[in-house]
């Protein structure tokens, strides 16, 4: 702060000010601020004052009142596949290997190319920012593609570098993938949005030569591994006929468990593999949604979360999914452990909004630069409306967030301290192309509709 020789204090120049009636926090203190100012400058955060004090000691090129929202870290989808998004209702209704096998492999062999994966993943991006998702760590082909979409976005993503055995348009076979995947990482290596992970499928589509090439490359490279583990019984059964030990077992043995292994589903879990992810400082990507469609089953979270086993939320694909919305996931998260575990006090809405922001910050390594409202960290918000009629009174806000709301109450989305979505408006997305897209693809997908 800069004062003159009269000792009158001079107004700080910041690039944005955003007054509003609730800041979630999430800190250990507590769990929202009310009548708030969170102040930007650049792409940081660089304070939190009341709203009084931020009109006296910053003058902003921008300043926003919100005065019927509450502020909250930016959405950090932790399990998709983006470019799945036009595929979204074609195969309804289906168990996960029939889904894979007869349908969802054979549509990908027919259109997924890299213009495909561009168009597809540009079109899950404007879903994302309209429901205030600001990140989405991501496994599909095409990573490059991927990126492509992200920076006209404005997003932040994890993209994986896919590693399978089987050949598809994009790959040979497992060295090809990784080879096109390191070709990937090294485009986007110096892109602050964009960050890498070695996304080997799934135990059932690697070989253990493959696993191993994967810990060796992710140790040299400072890379975490994200794979699917543990989503169907089917998967398990499968791993002790070929292998004669549970997937988790198997992968333990090769060595890819450790603090950046990240799992998504994990719905099928001992207490001993659970102990066993807590004991190697795991992390589970939850897509309650996805599980409960195809049939999966529901995932022990209120075990993992017992254990101080990390927990976030993911969405999976919109074509086992049929929505990338994170207050879905959220509100599902929260009900579901309540009911497994038969305790409503179980995964109270703090925790869940923590599971869908500094959590899966933390399984992706970025929660020093996201995934809570903290001076220093990067402004990625996102502002959501309470005061509509229809959901209507509003006494706790960090509840009514996570059991009241819907996505469309988000109105504001901020990524690096830039708006990049506003009431319908994309910063960088224009609604006729996505419409385009759509017109584009549809009829060529449509011919493998389920």
């Not at 509450?70 to 889904?99: E, F, K, Q, S, V």
């Not at 077992?249 to 090769?254: H, K, V």
């Not at 992706?364 to 996102?382: R, V």
Request: proline share 4%; with cysteine; charged share 20%.
């Amino acid at each position: 702060m800069q004062t003159s020789n009269n000792s009158i204090q001079t107004p700080q120049s910041v690039d944005l000010v955003i007054e509003a009636r609730w800041i979630a926090i999430l800190d250990t203190e507590h769990v929202f601020l009310e009548h708030y100012a969170l102040v930007v400058h650049a792409d940081k955060i660089v304070d939190l004052q009341e709203i009084a004090t931020a009109r006296k000691q910053y003058l902003a090129k921008e300043r926003i009142s919100l005065d019927e929202h509450i502020l909250i870290p930016g959405l950090i989808n932790l399990h998709t596949h983006a470019a799945m998004n036009l595929m979204r209702g074609i195969a309804d209704d289906l168990p996960l290997m029939t889904w894979l096998n007869q349908h969802i492999w054979p549509t990908e062999r027919a259109v997924v190319f890299d213009d495909y994966v561009k168009d597809a993943s540009l079109h899950a991006c404007a879903e994302m920012l309209s429901g205030g998702i600001t990140c989405f760590n991501d496994m599909y082909f095409y990573p490059s593609a991927t990126a492509a979409a992200v920076s006209q976005s404005g997003m932040r993503a994890s993209l994986g570098l896919l590693v399978t055995e089987f050949a598809t348009n994009y790959a040979a076979d497992a060295d090809d993938y990784l080879q096109k995947g390191f070709e990937a990482h090294d485009g986007w290596r110096n892109n602050p949005m964009i960050s890498s992970v070695i996304a080997p499928h799934a135990p059932y589509t690697v070989t253990n030569k493959t696993f191993e090439k994967v810990v060796i490359y992710a140790e040299q490279l400072g890379l975490g591994i994200h794979t699917h583990l543990h989503e169907t019984r089917h998967e398990i059964v499968h791993s002790q006929e070929e292998f004669g030990v549970r997937p988790i077992q198997r992968l333990s043995e090769l060595g890819l468990l450790g603090p950046g292994f990240l799992a998504a589903h994990g719905v099928h879990l001992l207490p001993q593999e659970i102990d066993l992810l807590h004991a190697y400082g795991c992390h589970i990507a939850h897509c309650p949604s996805s599980n409960l469609k195809l049939g999966s089953g529901i995932a022990p979270v209120a075990d993992l979360v017992a254990k101080q086993v990390n927990v976030g939320l993911g969405t999976d694909s919109a074509a086992s999914n049929n929505r990338l919305d994170m207050f879905t996931e959220m509100r599902m998260a929260a009900l579901l452990a309540k009911g497994a575990s038969e305790d409503p006090t179980s995964l109270p809405a703090h925790q869940v909004l923590k599971m869908a922001t500094i959590n899966a910050a933390k399984a992706l390594g970025l929660d020093e630069k996201i995934g809570s409202i903290e001076i220093g960290k990067q402004a990625d918000i996102t502002a959501v409306k309470l005061s509509d009629l229809t959901i209507s009174p509003c006494y706790d806000p960090i509840s009514h967030l996570v059991y009241t709301c819907g996505r469309e109450h988000v109105t504001h989305t901020w990524v690096a301290g830039e708006l990049k979505y506003s009431n319908g408006i994309y910063a960088n997305i224009e609604p006729m192309e996505l419409k385009e897209i759509v017109k584009k693809w549809q009829p060529k997908l449509a011919q493998h509709k389920h």
